[in-house]
């Protein structure tokens, strides 16, 4: 045990272990301008009646009004609002100036966006030592399906949910799968993002073994047919004969000697077919967090090397 006269850093460190999540506390001082503050003291404290709380720094500029207006608003920040948790942890700042905001009931500043709101009438003020606590009861509330802005060890953080008990992988019986399968969930997640690059390939009179030439070309040209047959052996998708000589007859392939290039035509197909993969990817995207993309990046790189030991050298990376 550290004894409580250690330095106060220890102290804080300790409380860091805590972790919670991240809000902006608002009000209006005496003049009616717009106050805030990011606090991550806020905790719930009764439910009839709807009260919560959480403290303040009395050396902070925005005690007074906070102490004087007797209302404020909290808002739970979601994984997204990280820099507005910045901009209102600097002291004093213009902090308003870029963050469209609304009166809300009771007059306190609203912000468009938040995972959670609770606009409070201040009920009671208690000595907290270097703080002031705050109680609020509760007279509104929101709140939305958004992923939370977490605060630990003197950092932010993000969410990962744990993953559940593991249910049975096979309905043998029944002939389905659960969702737990993994392999399972790898193919559907391959068949549903890949969908619309297979319709627009579709579109342009391209079926799968056609693309997928096109794509090993990209990489290693030119190539004699059986080396091209060997390259996407694995995959299911080797074109068939005659499928190289329609290429050529299609402007997509150049023929050089007994092998095969990308001509023109075929690079660009193969481009904008990419470019359109791209696009949807991005979409996608934009519902995971920075984090979640980069694991489920790392992980799937790490099924590919685990099970890519006898796919042909240009599959490898
Ligand atoms: C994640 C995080 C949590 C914070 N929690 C609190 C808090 O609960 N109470 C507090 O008074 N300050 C807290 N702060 C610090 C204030 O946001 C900071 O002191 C701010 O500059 C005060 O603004 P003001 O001086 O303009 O009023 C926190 C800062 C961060 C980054």
Redesign the pocket.
């Known amino acids: 045990m550290t004894p409580i006269n250690e330095p106060i850093r220890a102290f804080r460190d300790a409380l860091g272990t805590f972790a919670?999540g991240?809000?902006i506390v608002t009000t209006l001082d005496s003049a009616g301008d717009p106050?805030?503050?990011?606090?991550?003291?806020?905790n719930s404290v009764s439910l009839d009646p709807p009260l919560i709380l959480?403290?303040?720094?009395k050396?902070?500029?925005?005690?007074d009004a906070f102490c004087g207006s007797g209302h404020f608003a909290i808002h739970v920040l979601a994984a997204s609002q990280e820099a507005l948790?910045?901009r209102?942890?600097?002291?004093?700042?213009d902090?308003f100036a870029e963050t469209p905001w609304r009166k809300g009931t009771l007059g306190s500043p609203v912000f468009a966006d938040f995972a959670a709101l609770f606009e409070c009438r201040t009920r009671h003020q208690y000595e907290g030592g270097d703080?002031v606590i705050l109680v609020g009861e509760v007279v509104a509330h929101d709140a939305r399906d958004a992923a939370p802005l977490l605060?630990h060890g003197g950092r932010?953080a993000e969410r990962r949910p744990r993953p559940g008990a593991a249910e049975a992988s096979v309905d043998i019986e029944h002939g389905r799968f659960t969702d737990d399968f993994l392999f399972y969930l790898i193919s559907r997640a391959h068949f549903q993002t890949s969908r619309p690059t297979r319709e627009r390939l579709a579109t342009a009179g391209l079926n799968m073994a056609q693309y997928l030439t096109l794509a090993v070309l990209s990489m290693d040209q030119p190539l004699t047919g059986s080396a091209i047959i060997q390259q996407l052996a694995h995959t299911g998708h080797a074109p068939e004969a005659g499928t190289l000589g329609a290429m050529v007859t299609a402007g997509l392939l150049t023929p050089a000697g007994d092998s095969f290039a990308l001509s023109e035509t075929g690079r660009e197909r193969l481009i904008d077919t990419l470019a359109f993969g791209k696009a949807q990817e991005a979409d996608l995207a934009n519902h995971f967090t920075p984090a979640e993309l980069a694991e489920t990046k790392a992980v799937l790189r790490r099924i590919i090397e685990l099970t890519g030991a006898d796919v042909p050298i240009g599959w490898r990376n």
Do not use: E, I, P, Q
Request: charge should be positive; hydrophobic fraction near 40%; proline fraction near 0%.
């Open positions: 919670t991240v809000t106050v805030g503050v990011t606090a991550s003291s806020f959480w403290s303040l720094a050396d902070s500029l925005s005690h948790s910045n209102f942890a600097r002291r004093g700042d902090k703080h605060f932010y």
